[in-house]
């Protein structure tokens, strides 16, 4: 049996849609899975929708996650005559013709199938009436031309689909699709076919959307005789109303995602069990790539739509945040917390890297995504604003509030410095309240945080250290 070779072949039009980073998934797992190799195709023939820079973004956000391709990348406008010459061969074949209809024709052929409710299509003008006398002296006389596909009436075009099985279309509803443009560029459904013969891809995995042109590709393998590779049509993104994912509904770009701060490991963790899971009542939801890779079925992959859940993409990446060590977690997330102006206006002394690692330790578990770290606990950065009644715990007096929080002063100034670590502050503190619990932390907390809601005063004492823990008591008791 031939090696296994998927490819990946997008188009650098800009930035890349969370769909093609799962075709370019699937395909690089199915050939990983199966030894095979797994090519990186630009597809960048339609000049006017090619973005300067875009050729190197997109094979950037491929490395960002390690879908590392065989060989090098194959750039489809470095090979133009190649197509050129097997257009030429369909035409000489019959199976293809040239077309000399200038764009204003057939713009105005086009208005008209729309007015009267027909699908537009080429009126085949060129197929009917060209003589090759005619044809001769069009190009005697430098006229510009496009060549055609000869879509063959009255047939049914019939090819296999690894997810959909049997797929059956009439030609009559296949228009006589451009293969070679008058600028001598190739039109993606010619380049696309040609290169995935020459270059001896598989399976061809790519989107749902590219369904329809299937049976014009299926069409060009006949007329050049080749064997057509196995054909993977992977359903679309849906939002959770059965929408297509898009831009109007939010975030549809990779970039996007990287943005708010999801990890590259747990987006790509993520696309991989949107329309696939291993199945045989397997219920692991977190999988590395390698294990991605181990068992992946294309079989299994879904065939109707998928759901893009979002809250399944925080759940995912809050167990991959869970795993980073401190000194990892604090390199990813500096960049975004740097990005906010609560953390631009704090003081230095609340900006070192020692101060921060220990917010993120007590962050760490809560995390969904990087974008929102510090968000929760500003508190740890600036001076406090809160109502003083919120110092009280149930119905305590001022009074009693003032002993609260002198008693918790005296008790953090007791604890040395070797004991002030998360457990013993706890451990001491929690003795000290004996039976008045709420009547000791809830003021405490209160005055250090400002906040209804925050992590244990536990926690927070530890991060804000002895000076900055008693220095904010004493800014609450002043309040009273
Ligand atoms: N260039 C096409 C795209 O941008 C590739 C489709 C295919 O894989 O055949 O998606």
Redesign the pocket.
């Known amino acids: 049996m031939n090696k296994i070779r998927t490819?990946?072949?997008?188009?650098p039009?800009g930035l890349l849609h969370i769909g093609?980073l799962r075709?370019a998934l699937y395909a690089y797992l199915f050939a990983k899975k199966n030894g095979g190799d797994f090519i990186l195709r630009i597809?960048d023939t339609d000049q006017k929708r090619n973005v300067p820079g875009g050729v190197k973004y997109l094979m950037e956000t491929l490395k960002k996650f390690n879908l590392n391709w065989d060989k090098d990348p194959y750039i489809q406008s470095e090979h133009l005559e190649v197509y050129k010459k097997y257009a030429e061969q369909m035409v000489a074949s019959g199976d293809a013709y040239y077309c000399f209809c200038d764009q204003e024709r057939l713009d105005e052929s086009r208005k008209k199938q729309v007015a009267e409710k027909k699908a537009p299509m080429y009126d085949q003008l060129c197929r009917r009436n060209s003589t090759p006398e005619e044809i001769k002296k069009n190009m005697e006389n430098r006229c510009p031309y496009t060549i055609r596909l000869k879509v063959p009436e009255n047939r049914v075009i019939v090819f296999d689909d690894v997810i959909r099985g049997k797929v059956r279309i009439e030609s009559s509803n296949i228009d006589d699709q451009v293969l070679l443009k008058s600028d001598g560029f190739p039109t993606?459904h010619l380049a696309?076919v040609v290169d995935d013969y020459l270059m001896k891809i598989t399976h061809?995995?790519?989107?749902e959307e590219?369904l329809p042109?299937t049976p014009k590709h299926v069409l060009i393998y006949e007329a050049l005789n080749w064997e057509s590779p196995k054909f993977v049509h992977l359903s679309l993104l849906l939002n959770a109303d059965k929408s297509k994912l898009s831009k109007r509904q939010g975030d549809v770009a990779v970039e996007d995602y990287l943005a708010k701060g999801y990890l590259e490991e747990a987006l790509l963790n993520f696309v991989a069990l949107i329309g696939w899971n291993p199945g045989q009542g397997s219920t692991q939801e977190v999988f590395s790539l390698q294990e991605l890779i181990k068992y992946f079925e294309l079989e299994k992959v879904h065939k109707a739509g998928a759901v893009f859940d979002p809250k399944k993409l925080d759940w995912i990446n809050s167990q991959y945040i869970k795993k980073l060590s401190i000194d990892e977690l604090y390199q990813k997330a500096i960049k975004f917390l740097e990005q906010k102006e609560f953390f631009q206006k704090a003081p230095t002394e609340k900006k070192s890297e020692e101060y921060i690692k220990k917010i993120l330790q007590i962050e760490q578990d809560r995390l969904e995504n990087l974008f929102s770290v510090g968000e929760s606990s500003q508190f740890f950065f600036q001076d406090l604003e809160y109502d003083k009644n919120l110092l009280a715990w149930k119905n305590m007096s001022g009074e009693e509030i003032k002993n609260s929080l002198e008693k918790a002063q005296k008790i953090l100034e007791e604890v040395s410095g070797l004991e002030w670590r998360k457990d013993s502050l706890e451990k001491i503190m929690m003795e000290k309240a004996g039976a008045q619990r709420g009547e000791l932390l809830w003021p405490l907390r209160v005055a250090l945080t400002g906040e209804k809601k925050s992590p244990s005063p536990f926690e927070v004492v530890w991060v804000l250290g002895k000076e900055e823990s008693l220095k904010r008591l004493e800014a609450a008791i002043s309040r009273l």
Not at 7 to 11: D, E, G, L, Q
Request: hydrophobic residues 30%; glycine residues 6%; proline residues 6%.
């Open positions: 490819r990946f072949a997008p188009s039009t093609s075709t597809e993606y696309n061809v995995i790519r989107g590219w042109s």
